[in-house]
């Protein structure tokens, strides 16, 4: 019922920029936490950075510093912001998000599909 749907990811040479997009739909009250995490091949997924409902953000090794989260809450969509890119940042960007359906049901979590982002020597 509750859908997540990243876009932006690509190809892209080493010290570019992509801008990530994740847009939720479907039945939603409210998003409490939304934000991206990554995987790649053989490796555990691993935090990128989340946003919290109060504006507060949490960056994980891998996204601090040269990411930047952000939200419209207007349009349910999380964005992240990556510049700098190294090819270590390629990886399958997914988004997640705690979204509270319907205003007396508990927060459930919810992950999108992924995007490519592939980063070239």
């Known amino acids: 019922q509750v859908q997540l749907v990243e876009s932006g990811g690509g190809l892209v040479q080493a010290g570019g920029s992509l801008r990530l997009a994740c847009a939720a739909s479907?039945?939603?009250?409210?998003?409490?936490?939304m934000g991206w995490y990554r995987q790649a091949p053989g490796q555990q997924r691993e935090l990128v950075a989340l946003?919290?409902?109060?504006?507060?953000?949490n960056y994980g090794d891998s996204g601090q510093g040269r990411f930047t989260v952000s939200r419209d809450n207007a349009k349910n969509t999380v964005y992240l912001q990556m510049n700098s890119l190294k090819p270590e940042d390629t990886a399958v960007y997914y988004c997640y998000a705690l979204i509270r359906p319907r205003v007396l049901s508990r927060g459930n979590d919810y992950w999108g599909q992924g995007t490519q982002v592939t980063v070239s020597s």
């Open positions: 946003m919290y409902s109060s504006g507060s953000t």
């Open positions: 479907g039945s939603i009250f409210s998003i409490n936490i």
